[in-house]
């Protein structure tokens, strides 16, 4: 049931769709606001999970094209796991992607979820799940949206009530400032008039007394010509047009007065006829050429967000600090600017004096050397700031001057050498330009309440020139921040990764609950915390990292007398003239940061009473990631204590603390969470975020892993609209689905069965452009070939790119042991060592050479955390001879552990075949654990003083040396078994070192690391492996095994089909359109799904492999839709009769071996653009055929008729042309060659009548 109040608008022609009903399940009514139709849908869900996928399935999505939709109800599940259900490992959520399928079909979103991006509200009668929504069109909820909520009702005791408000208000998006637009630097004039004027300047300005001054009138008057010309360019883009139109409009003024006789009208007329046919071929060609480079492609117009952008809504109303809410435009701008006015100037902070913050800094232990010092220190130079120009990003939001890096990147050297001369002569004045201090301030909504104005993040929009001086100095320091800034802060510090911390907390969590020790971490929450630096305090840091005056006076150059304008709406605020705080968006701003944030890491470090030993060698007190911090103790006490000093930096700096917000997580997962009066803790099974990763008291994984599946497979409704060909959606899949995963995969085990689904999703939806996890496909390509880097089509593969990860992560372990030591690698080597023991050597990595066996009990795998134990299965799983020299070193021999070693040389005879050392001993272990604990872990520690391998009655000896000291009595009385192994690992060893087992072997010189590989003729060892080499032995994709499609009888191996893709055939399938190229990449894969591919359904349907065109019955296979038809075939020989002098093969072979095109001998001079331009007809002619097809098919359209197959082939293939001849990579002689061949081609018969049909056709 569904009520209307009589003002509702509409109320009067509500009308109900009787025939869309579901009884008691779904209804629809319908009204019209002035010419636009408004459905609104009432739905109640099936309760019962396996009801709701066909329920949602059968929900009518064939409404008018502009109909605006609002949908409402109980639709018993939780959209969101993550969010909208307490518990989101229950199995509450069937339907959802149907569900999602549905909405999306009708354009509608969630209002209340957009407002509140973060927030938890369960609505069902036990306030476990949020069921009860509703959702509205984009453009209603963006122009009429006013507020949401959910509250409970007296008369409605079960549900939550939810209720949405629209209000006629909207807040035009206007432009805050001049921005220099993209296009006009793409003209040729406005290039050459701007490097120009700039060479004209550069020795006004050596020679200025203020650089500055001239400088700034410069860009002055650059701005006045920006903005004339772009008047001038808009005008001319119609000038044709508008200039015809005037005059057939003179023309007929003229003729109704009688001064113009009816002939010269209708030549008028003619005339003007002419003019707008030229001038909108000319704009449909510019159009072509715009989407042809443009889809299917890495642009921005390609990545396009396909919605709307939602966080462009409008601020519609705000909220005062007495709790008034207003919608009034200027009381919007006047709130947002009082509170940030607050945010940005130091009103609430007394500072210390300096006496006493300079005491506090002493604790400071790190300092730049002088030689540092003096670099820092060193002049700027033109060559610094070009470098800083040539890699910014061009089109970037430029600051208040309106100019983006491209314009710099015109000549980046000349103007380098102009911005050097103009900042020196600024930084000995001791003040910026004008223009140069004032920044744009750009509010990203962060979450929470819209009207609140502290809940956006400001991003500061700075003049680019500034920009350019601030990266240069930034790259200057940031080489020298990992030798100032502790390890433990990984934000913003090169060589440091985000993954490090989530890491080590989640290894933390395991080793607190499986040791049953007692430990805390304590997510803190700083209030505006880059907004609230204060400068004072940043400066004195500077000086005690010994930071010269020099740099700092550049630094406080960048901060002197800042003037900043809130973009609020389209419009700039008030001014605000900030007293403290760094800038979010320079690139130095991050850096400053933590140098700022430095003195607190210390300060914890200082008290390591309060920190939780997790080691021998360190302690766990707090993690860093720029502003995210995180406190770790082993007692609540102690982070009370951590807290107090954190309250003692907060008092030095101006930081302040949100206790309020900061969260405590209890770490072992065997404790039950405690209660604390001052301390918020995490309940246990509550999710919290740390980094982007959900961490809890006993959570699953599993919590994490279905809230990112429903993002992964939401990617694909969102975004699956975008892309047409197999290119387009395998860069789609790698740069918006798949760049979901990485972040999370990295640090979190994602089941096989999960990264199955994963990937069979990716799979057809790149090549049969599914969109839904449910939809069904049959794959027309062998697996190999979908995968296959160089040979296929390079389908992503997530276990090969996840295995990658893994090993990367381990090599990152390994790296580690020549660096200081740092959090997150000490506990794994611990841990490892502890699963092995005591077959692993302290200072070896001996795990490499092991497997990780689950049905041993000489290793304790439960020790190591999950994700550990998958890497080390990951590397295990790559062959040995990916991961080892063919042929090992003497010293890698004589050095390798020998228990529980796989190389082929140290296995010995076990009871199921070859096995390890350790693994075949069966009788007295405890005795030989013991002497491995010894410290007999290799060959070397085997043989005599005298390097030669030991007799038995020495070797017996030797053991006897240990027998007295083994506290059991489990031991071997004699040692013929274990001396007779080992001796034949010795006599294998020896065999390869080329010498007999009673020579002496050579002292070794080195202990050289075991894993390594030869990479470009060069030995690498397994820490300085390249990326490309670790994702190459970890690509794990099914194999080529069947006959490749493109292989022939001079295409006979991997090499040669190599070669023809890379030299033939994808330099020629850049010539098409995409969408053309497309149809003839999937017949060189034999990839298109003709009836033919379909024979195995002929006991049901006995003409299904038969040709798609009525009228012809032979079996449909890619030769005979597309080449051979008799709907298809005359329009082939009517080409091949034009190109015949040319000596060019009209056969389906030449399609797919490309380079079997040949030309006649007169012909050959020309054979690349005769090439070229036959390419073009053939892809044109193929993907014609191929939509005949499909429509004939699907459609239910007739057969094509050949003479508009002729004809419209021929349009599609001169606008090819047209757009060749346009393209700025063909030089003169090209152009002339294929001016040449069309005249010829055009002069015969079966083509004469198109040119005199359309006398332009391939002009430019």
Wanted: aromatic share 12%.
């Amino acid at each position: 049931m569904m009520l209307f109040h009589k003002e509702t608008p509409g109320f009067a022609r509500l009308v109900h769709n009787k025939a869309l009903d579901i009884p008691n399940k779904y209804m629809v009514v319908h009204t019209w606001w002035e010419d636009t139709p408004v459905f609104f849908h009432n739905v109640y869900t099936p309760v019962q999970n396996q009801e709701r996928e066909a329920f949602f399935d059968a929900l009518p999505r064939d409404f008018p094209v502009n109909a605006q939709h609002i949908i409402m109800g109980d639709f018993n599940l939780p959209l969101q796991r993550e969010l909208d259900a307490m518990d989101p490992s229950s199995c509450h959520h069937t339907g959802r992607s149907q569900c999602s399928q549905w909405l999306e079909a009708l354009h509608v979103v969630d209002a209340w979820r957009l407002h509140n991006p973060s927030a938890r509200v369960f609505s069902s009668p036990h306030g476990r799940n949020r069921l009860d929504y509703i959702f509205m069109d984009e453009d209603l909820m963006r122009t009429a949206y006013h507020q949401s909520t959910y509250f409970r009702s007296p008369e409605i005791v079960e549900h939550m009530c939810h209720r949405v408000i629209l209000q006629p208000v909207s807040q035009p998006k206007r432009r805050a400032y001049w921005k220099l637009p993209k296009e006009l630097l793409q003209v040729p004039e406005v290039v050459e008039t701007i490097v120009a004027e700039a060479k004209q300047l550069l020795p006004v300005l050596r020679q200025a007394n203020n650089p500055g001054v001239v400088w700034a009138g410069w860009k002055k008057r650059a701005k006045k010509f920006f903005q004339e010309y772009h008047v001038e360019h808009l005008l001319a883009k119609t000038r044709v047009s508008d200039l015809a139109k005037r005059e057939l409009l003179r023309a007929q003024a003229a003729f109704d007065a009688g001064r113009l006789p009816p002939q010269a009208l209708e030549q008028a007329q003619a005339k003007y006829d002419e003019t707008m046919s030229e001038w909108k071929s000319y704009q449909n060609d510019i159009n072509f050429d715009f989407h042809a480079i443009k889809n299917e492609t890495s642009t921005a117009h390609f990545f396009r967000p396909p919605k709307k952008v939602l966080y462009n809504v409008p601020i519609l109303e705000v909220q005062d600090a007495d709790g008034t809410v207003s919608t009034c435009p200027q009381v919007i701008h006047d709130v947002f600017h009082a509170k940030w006015s607050a945010v940005m100037c130091e009103n609430d902070f007394q500072a210390p004096n300096r006496a006493s913050r300079r005491r506090f800094l002493r604790l400071l232990q790190k300092r730049l050397t002088d030689e540092q010092r003096d670099s820092l220190d060193s002049p700027i130079t033109t060559y610094e700031l070009a470098q800083a120009i040539k890699t910014m990003a061009p089109h970037k939001s430029p600051g208040m001057d309106g100019f983006p890096a491209a314009f710099y990147q015109l000549e980046a050297d000349l103007f380098a050498e102009i911005l050097c001369l103009v900042f020196k002569y600024q930084l000995s004045r001791g003040e910026l330009l004008g223009i140069q201090r004032r920044s744009a301030v750009s509010l990203l909504f962060k979450g929470g309440d819209r009207s609140n104005p502290g809940n956006y993040r400001p991003i500061a929009l700075i003049p680019v020139e500034v920009k350019i001086l601030t990266r240069a100095l930034a790259y200057r320091m940031r080489h020298l921040l990992p030798a100032l800034i502790h390890p433990i802060q990984t934000g913003f510090v090169a060589g440091r990764r985000i993954h490090d911390h989530i890491i080590f907390l989640k290894d933390l969590q395991h080793k607190c609950t499986l040791d049953d020790i007692e430990g805390y971490a304590m997510f803190l929450d700083f209030e505006k915390a880059y907004d609230r630096v204060n400068w004072d305090f940043m400066y004195d840091v500077l000086e005690a990292f010994n930071f010269g005056p020099v740099f700092i006076s550049w630094i406080k150059l960048m901060y002197h007398s800042p003037i900043i304008h809130l973009v609020i709406n389209g419009e700039l605020s008030q001014a605000i003239y900030p007293t403290r705080g760094v800038k979010q968006g320079d690139p130095l701003s991050a850096l400053l940061f933590v140098l700022s944030v430095e003195p607190l890491s210390q300060l914890l470090r200082n008290h390591e009473e309060y920190s939780l030993p997790f080691s021998e060698e360190l302690f766990a007190m707090a993690m860093f990631f720029a502003d995210d911090t995180t406190l770790v103790s082993s007692s609540l006490e102690d982070l009370e204590r951590q807290l107090e000093l954190v309250q003692e930096f907060c008092t030095q700096s101006g930081a302040k603390l949100n206790v309020g917000k900061c969260k405590v997580l209890t770490l072992n997962g065997n404790q039950d969470v405690p209660r604390h009066p001052r301390l918020s803790m995490v309940t246990s099974g509550t999710p919290t975020k740390y980094l982007g990763i959900l961490f809890g008291h006993r959570l699953s994984d599993q919590v994490q892993i279905n809230a990112l599946s429903d993002s992964f497979y939401q990617s694909f409704i969102t975004w699956g609209c975008r892309a047409r060909t197999l290119r387009g959606r395998r860069l789609l899949a790698n740069t918006m689905m798949l760049s979901k995963l990485w972040h999370y995969t990295a640090v979190i085990h994602i089941p096989e069965d999960t990264v199955a689904k994963w990937q069979s999703m990716v799979y057809k939806f790149i090549l049969t452009r599914k969109r839904h996890k449910e939809d069904k496909h049959m794959s027309l390509i062998n697996s190999g070939v979908a995968y296959h880097p160089s040979l296929g089509l390079r389908i992503p593969h997530i276990a090969s790119r996840i295995r990658a990860q893994r090993v990367q992560r381990l090599q990152f372990l390994f790296q580690t042991d020549n660096e200081e030591p740092s959090l997150w690698s000490v506990l794994p080597k611990q841990l490892f060592r502890r699963c092995m023991e005591p077959f692993a050597r302290h200072s070896s990595w001996d795990c490499l050479m092991y497997h990780p066996n689950h049905n041993t009990n000489h290793m304790r795998l439960e020790v190591l955390p999950l994700l550990w134990r998958k890497i080390w299965d990951n590397w295990h799983r790559i062959p040995l001879t990916r991961k080892c020299p063919e042929t090992p070193t003497q010293s890698q021999l004589l050095t390798m552990s020998i228990w529980l070693q796989v190389h082929p040389l140290f296995l010995v005879p076990g009871s199921n075949g070859p096995t390890s050392l350790a693994v075949a001993l069966k009788h007295h272990r405890p005795f030989y654990k013991f002497i491995a604990q010894e410290g007999l872990h290799c060959l070397d520690d085997f043989v005599t003083a005298q390097r030669v391998w030991p007799s038995y009655e020495e070797f017996k000896l030797q053991m006897e040396s240990h027998v007295w000291r083994f506290p059991g009595d489990d031991f071997p009385r004699v040692f013929r078994h274990l001396y007779s192994l080992l001796s034949l690992i010795a006599t294998n060893v020896w065999q390869v070192l080329g010498i007999s087992l009673e020579e002496a072997v050579p002292p070794n010189r080195e202990v050289q690391f075991p894993v390594g590989q030869v990479w470009k003729n060069v030995f690498v060892p397994f820490q300085q492996w390249p990326r490309k080499y670790i994702r190459s032995i970890c690509f794990c994709a099914p194999l080529l095994t069947k006959q490749h499609p493109m292989s022939s009888d001079s295409r006979d191996n991997d090499l040669a089909i190599k070669k023809y893709i890379n030299t033939t055939v994808k330099p020629l399938m850049r010539y098409p359109t995409p969408l053309q190229a497309d149809v003839w990449w999937r017949i060189l894969f034999r990839m298109l799904p003709v009836n033919s591919r379909f024979f195995f359904l002929q006991d049901t349907n006995p003409s299904i492999i038969e040709c798609s065109f009525p009228g012809c019955s032979a079996v449909e296979t890619m030769q005979h839709i597309l080449f051979d038809c008799k709907f298809v075939k005359p329009v082939w020989n009517w080409h091949q009769a034009a190109w015949r002098p040319f000596g060019i093969p009209f056969t389906w072979n030449t399609i797919i071996n490309l380079d079997e095109f040949a030309v006649s001998e007169e012909w050959v001079p020309h054979f690349s653009v005769i090439r070229r331009l036959w390419v073009l007809l053939v892809s044109t002619l193929l993907r014609d055929f191929w939509i005949h097809r499909n429509r004939t098919k699907f459609e239910g359209k007739p057969v094509p008729y050949i003479q508009a197959v002729k004809e419209v082939s021929l349009v599609s293939w001169t606008a090819n042309i047209r757009r060749m001849l346009r393209d700025p990579t063909i030089d003169s002689d090209e152009a002339m060659q294929v001016s040449e061949i069309v005249d010829k081609l055009k002069s015969h018969t079966n083509y004469t009548w198109f040119w005199q049909k359309n006398l332009r056709a391939t002009l430019v």
